[in-house]
């Protein structure tokens, strides 16, 4: 009896339906709900930590800064690394696209948080409290401020005011808006294109993200300056969007599998998440964990061998005071665990531990940014104590990303999830050993 010995011949065939599963649905559910139950509690927290050191509503809104960032990181890092596969290609791209399509386009949850700290940025940032030369003066002579602050507050007043705040977040949002709606359009697009055209469409995709990336990154970078880096105006790093970059990058990849595993519950990904392709997003993961503690560290060491003043005090307010407990555990949560985890070949191709430490890799960012805001006012800097208004930057951003995560299943849901004239389509269908 003859036997097939083309191992293609056996390649698995796409289901009829390539809509989002059921289940997506019952994920927006249970957003919804649980968003609804952290605004509750953050309500609460909010009306005890007033009664309690009269700074609940403060808490409130850096913690609402906190769930922001979180969730502004996920949704311009979904596009930036949408375009970036869109520049590097590669198989990864046609398990990515859809949920970092979907990413991109929660944008507008993100403009609405960003407008409530735009209206209540006087309560957030020290040069929106002082806006003027005399009421720095004023503030310095009354021991309001110090002469370092004075002088930075007047040095950078130029760029941090109320109506460059403004002006760039709207530009940045507008840049933002665009590439969303036009690599979202031309996807659609592209669908309804015939295959043979394929080349075609790479080139176009690659000539808009090409130059998309360098936007993003000046665009990101700005967003990061004025958003957080600005909250302490004594501040000021060289490699600051740096960070902001890689760190959404290891948020977004680490999101992206965690979406990608749970919908491999049923198809169509069942059938195109395969053992390989998994572990080669196990591996880029590790790699952004690796870049990301290789700039921490590398500002750290720099700052604290050279030990000078003006940047060396950003540090202690977040060592001194018991904040070392905070940063001993960022670098254990945001480091150490994913490392040591990643290392393991097994573990990345194993669905259910993969899925695990990503899970870890999202919580541990949304720490990160609590050890990188907190400490930025003057009532948290080297003095970590418990208040009820701590608790707001659980209460918080939990309730901001539960009703960000309920936009993206809405977002997920209204496309297929397989882009049926992909080039690697027929690759990634082809039985495990075929490209062992």
């Known amino acids: 009896m003859a036997h097939d010995t083309n191992p293609a011949s056996h390649a698995k065939q796409l289901p009829a339906d390539l809509a989002a599963p059921a289940f997506v649905d019952a994920w927006k559910t249970r957003a919804l709900v649980a968003g609804t139950v952290f605004a509750a509690i953050a309500v609460i927290l909010g009306f005890l930590g007033q009664s309690q050191d009269g700074l609940g509503w403060d808490h409130l809104l850096r913690a609402w800064t906190l769930g922001t960032l979180w969730t502004w990181g996920l949704a ?23 949920p970092l399509e979907a990413l991109s386009r929660t944008l507008p949850v993100i403009f609405v948080y960003w407008l409530v700290i735009a209206i209540f940025m006087n309560r957030l940032y020290l040069w929106a409290q002082y806006t003027t030369a005399s009421d720095t003066a004023t503030a310095l002579k009354n021991g309001v401020i110090s002469e370092i602050q004075a002088h930075c507050l007047n040095f950078k007043r130029p760029m941090l005011n109320p109506a460059a705040f403004v002006w760039v977040g709207l530009l940045c949002f507008a840049i933002w808006f665009f590439y969303t709606w036009r690599l979202n359009s031309l996807a659609l697009t592209r669908e309804a294109d015939r295959p043979g055209n394929t080349p075609y469409w790479i080139k176009k995709f690659e000539n ?199 936009y993206f299943c809405i977002c997920l849901g209204r496309r297929p999830l397989v882009q049926v004239n992909d080039p690697h389509l027929q690759e990634i269908l082809e039985p495990e050993h075929v490209n062992a």
């Not at 572990?279 to 503690?293: P, Q, S, T, W, Y």
């Not at 003043?309 to 070392?324: F, H, K």
Request: with cysteine; net charge positive.
């Open 76 to 98: 311009v890092g979904g596009l930036a690394l949408l375009m970036v596969q869109y520049c590097s290609g590669g198989k990864w791209g046609l398990l990515l696209r859809r």
């Open 208 to 406: 808009i993200s090409g130059p998309g990336i360098l936007i993003y990154s000046i665009t990101m970078t700005a967003c990061a300056i004025y958003w957080v880096m600005s909250m302490d105006v004594t501040w000021f790093s060289s490699v600051y969007g740096l960070l902001f970059l890689v760190g959404q990058g290891y948020l977004v990849l680490a999101f992206s599998i965690i979406v990608a595993i749970s919908l491999s519950k049923a198809e169509p990904f069942k059938t195109i998440l395969r053992q390989t392709e998994q572990h080669d997003l196990g591996k880029l993961a590790f790699a952004f964990v690796m870049l990301n503690i290789y700039l921490n560290f590398g500002q750290f060491l720099i700052i604290w061998s050279g030990n000078l003043p003006g940047e060396i005090n950003w540090y202690l307010d977040r060592i001194r005071g018991n904040w070392g407990v905070i940063i001993t555990l960022d670098f254990l949560f945001h480091w150490v665990i994913p490392f040591s985890m990643l290392l393991s070949r097994d573990l990345k191709r194993n669905k259910k531990r993969l899925l695990r430490v990503c899970q870890w890799m999202v919580f541990a960012r949304a720490f990160d940014m609590f050890w990188l805001i907190e400490p930025n006012f003057k009532d948290a800097a080297r003095n970590l104590h418990f208040s009820w208004g701590i608790l707001e930057y659980i209460a918080v951003p939990a309730a901001l990303f539960s009703f960000w995560l309920a």
